[in-house]
């Protein structure tokens, strides 16, 4: 089992930056994973934006490409994001995922989730 918590989320101003993070327990579980972070808004379906696997190769959805960055350091178990250039469509509740040994975007191959924190941009 491994348990996901996220911090960092806030409110910022268009243009802005903030920085997510997400500490990964590893209760009888391995280390080698993918992780992700995953967003959704009020209405719309929660959408894969960014995976790393344990070697730290990294893929993006084209909305946040050369904006967010996604990293991890695996001797702390824990999972970034930093979110710069932030307009009001980045606003959502942020999801840390863990599982898979292949970086994906698709929801249905995490196993593991955090409770979310929420980002809101203002104009």
């Known amino acids: 089992q491994v348990q996901l918590r996220e911090s960092g989320g806030g409110s910022v101003q268009a243009g802005g930056s903030l920085s997510l993070s997400c500490t990964a327990s590893k209760i009888g579980g391995s280390s080698n994973i993918c992780m992700a972070w995953f967003r959704q808004s009020p209405g719309n379906e929660r959408e894969g934006i960014a995976t790393?696997?344990?070697?730290?190769?990294?893929r993006y959805r084209d909305s946040v490409k050369g904006r967010f960055t996604i990293s991890r350091d695996n001797t702390k178990n824990t999972l970034f994001l930093q979110m710069n250039v932030l307009t009001p469509e980045d606003s959502a509740m942020y999801y840390c995922a863990a599982g898979g040994w292949e970086p994906s975007l698709a929801e249905q191959d995490f196993d593991y989730w955090g409770q979310g924190t929420q980002v809101t941009v203002s104009s």
């Open positions: 790393i696997d344990i070697d730290g190769s990294a």
